[in-house]
Structures are given as C-alpha cells and as structure tokens.
C-alpha cells in the first residue's frame, strides 16, 4: 500500500475510516485501486492516465453526468440494473488534482461483485448483453449536448488507419518484421472496414449515447452470475451503437483471452453470439431502427479490426499507449484480434442469420 494514496484517497468525502488500499489491475490505461473501509461500504479509487484523456474534466463531467442520469433511470423505470455513484472531494469537486497534476475520481464499490475476462457459459453471456442492452434504454433520452466528445476520433477508421500508417513510416525494422503478418492482413482488408464509416457519415443511423468500452470486463455480475451493473463509463460518448455491440462480441463471444496467442484456434462461438443477440435485444429491439439492426454484424466486424490495428499501431510506436507487461504483449493481442476477425469473416452468414432471429428483422445484408 501506498502511503500518498491514503492521503489521495482521504480527499474524498466518503464514509469510514480507510484500511487497506489495493491496486485492483483492471484496464489498459487507468491505475485502479479498491478501497476498504471499517464501514460496509468499500470504493473504487481512480487515477486517470492524462496521456489519453487530455480533457480530464469533461470525461469526469461525463461520467458524473451519465451515472447521475442512468441512476434516475434506473428508479425511474424500475429497471434491476446497478450503477456506481462518484464522490466529491471535501472541497466539492467530483475530481481531485494531486501535486503532480493528475486527476482521481472516487466511486463506490458494488459489494460482492465480480468480473470475468472470458465468458464462462452462455447464461454469462446472455446477461452481458441484457446489461448493455439496458445502457442503451436508459441513456436514450440523454440531451446528447450533455456528454462531450472527449475522444474525438475514437472509432473513426480512416484516422485509425492514417495513425496506422504514420506508426509504420516511423517504426523500427525488428517490430516492421515482428509485425509482418499483422501489417499485411491490415493492408488487405483496410477497404472494406471503411465501409460503416461512410454509412456513419451518410447519417444512415442515429447518434445515441454510447459506452464505447463495452467489453467483458466492464458487466459486473453478481455469485450466481446474475448481470449487476455496467461500468467503466470513461469513454461514454455520442456514437453510433455498431461499436459498442462489436466490442462485446469481440470480447464476449471469443473463445479465447483478448492476449492469448493461441492464434489457430482463436474463434468466435456461435452460441454466445446467439445468446448476447437474445441478451441484447431484450431491451433494444424496439428501440433500434431496421437499419442499426441490418448493420450489426457488420459493427462486429469493424470493431474487431480497429482494436487489432490500434494494438498493432501501438506495438508500431513502441507501446506507448496501453499498458503492456511484456515486450511483444501489443503484437500478440493484435494478432489475437486479426485471427478472431478471420473467424468472424468465415461464420459471417451464420451471424447475419442469428442477428436477424433475435432481433426479429426481416432483411439483413
Ligand atoms: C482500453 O483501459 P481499458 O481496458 O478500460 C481502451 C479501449 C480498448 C480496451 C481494450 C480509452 O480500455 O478502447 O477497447 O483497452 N480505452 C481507451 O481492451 O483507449
Ligand atoms: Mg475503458
């Protein structure tokens, strides 16, 4: 344990006496801890990387915002979903801004809660997508003006290739060779995953309120593997709901760890896909238009070559971005993705298929 943590920690204005802070090692960007206190009540203690999030406050104004509106929501409609609430600081503030600039955020902690990195069973699965289906419900009246693009750019294919393309111009030849297959599968299918990007850009669907980070490890769900809550609401955002569905299915529906480099046997199980669809569509349905639905899968698709080529450019720009434990870690979970996007690409019909079922939609292309 830290001894300045305790101190950070203690800017917040929550209940008990701190015991015990532990660093919690969720996520690729941020540092996370859980705070345990002589109360019933524990928190989540959050160091937010400023080389990503440049715009610190409105990505802590929207989290405050969204959490603050999805709990409303969620009591309003009686929805048996949880949320985390932030904490202010004893000054007032949803953020505290330690000497070196940096900024923290306090949340509590769901008791009893846990996550998974790989789905154990399809009842897992089917719960991930109930809850992330319920974050579209209950954010779908949010005044979008309420919720700052804080990552401008996040999903955008063309810009994601461009930095692809610069990090290669600049990398060195022992990662350009590391990298040979990865660089070459970008390359072939650059095209073709430009194509929801110009749908986007023809306002063929609707800009909603979206998670944008709708992974596996952001459902929390409770002993019995009931879904609790959705978390991790850094990179909510305006966006079109394609990327958030892909993400979960890329996470959700592999048979395989984001960094395994079981590469050959990488794939994508049909039967989670049908149980997150069904998950899913319990809540939007109704909700999404024909054309969001039509384009599921290919959201899918997108979303699993654009965390391969961010991973790849990363490598390409000697990991300065996520966090990585080895030296090839970036490589591996691009590889990772590419072999899962192949996968997706040779089961494509099956999936176009099973969308159209639990969504009950007549024409899918
Ligand atoms: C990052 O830090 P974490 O795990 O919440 C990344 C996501 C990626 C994810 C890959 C702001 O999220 O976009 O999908 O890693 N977040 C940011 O697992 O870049
Ligand atoms: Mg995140």
């Known amino acids: 344990m830290v001894e300045n943590i305790i101190v950070i920690a203690n800017q917040f204005n929550i209940e008990g006496t701190i015991l015990e802070i532990n660093n919690l090692n969720s996520g690729h960007i941020n540092d996370t ?4 206190t002589n109360t019933n009540q524990h928190y989540v203690l959050q160091k937010l990387n400023g080389f990503v999030f440049k715009n610190t406050i409105d990505i802590i104004n929207n989290k405050v915002y969204s959490s603050q509106y999805i709990e409303a929501q969620v009591e309003a409609l009686n929805t048996p979903v949880k949320c985390t609430r932030f904490y202010k600081t004893n000054t007032g503030y949803y953020y505290y801004k330690d000497k070196n600039e940096q900024y923290w955020n306090m949340q509590n902690y769901i008791a009893n809660s846990i996550t998974y ?36 750019n996040f999903h955008n294919i063309p810009i994601r290739i461009n930095q692809f393309e610069k990090a290669l111009s600049l990398a060195s030849n022992d990662r ?3 990298a040979d297959n990865a660089i070459k599968f970008v390359l072939e299918h ?13 306002n063929t669907f609707p800009i909603r309120i979206t998670h944008n980070d709708a992974k596996l490890a952001n459902v929390l769900f409770d002993k019995d593997q009931k879904g609790l809550a959705v978390i991790d609401l850094d990179t909510v955002m305006p966006g079109i709901v394609h990327f958030d569905f892909g993400d979960s299915i890329r996470s959700i529906c592999t048979n395989k760890e984001e960094d395994s480099n079981e590469y050959e046997s990488i794939e994508i199980q049909l039967d989670y896909y049908e149980a997150f669809c069904k998950g899913y569509a319990f809540y939007t349905s109704k909700l999404f238009t024909d054309k969001e639905i ?11 070559f654009i965390m391969g080529l961010r991973f790849l450019t990363d490598y390409l720009n000697n990991d300065i971005y996520y966090k990585t434990n080895y030296e090839n870690h970036n490589l591996v979970r691009a590889n990772n993705q590419f072999y899962l996007l192949k996968s997706v690409i040779n089961n494509y019909d099956s999936i176009k298929q099973i969308t159209k079922t639990a969504f009950k939609l007549n024409n899918i292309s």
């Not at 399809?122 to 579209?136: D, H, R």
């Not at 650059?190 to 023809?202: F, G, P, Q």
């Open 176 to 178: 350009k060779l590391n």
């Open 190 to 202: 650059k095209k073709e995953m430009c194509r929801l990007a110009e749908l986007k850009s023809k």
């Open 117 to 152: 990195d790989k789905a154990p069973n399809a009842k897992v699965v089917f719960e991930a997508g109930k809850l992330y289906g319920s974050f579209m419900m209950l954010t779908k009246n949010i005044v979008k003006n309420k919720i700052k693009e804080t990552l401008p």
């Open 294 to 304: 039509e384009y599921l899968p290919l959201g899918v698709k997108t979303i699993v």
């Open 33 to 36: 801890y859980l705070v345990n």
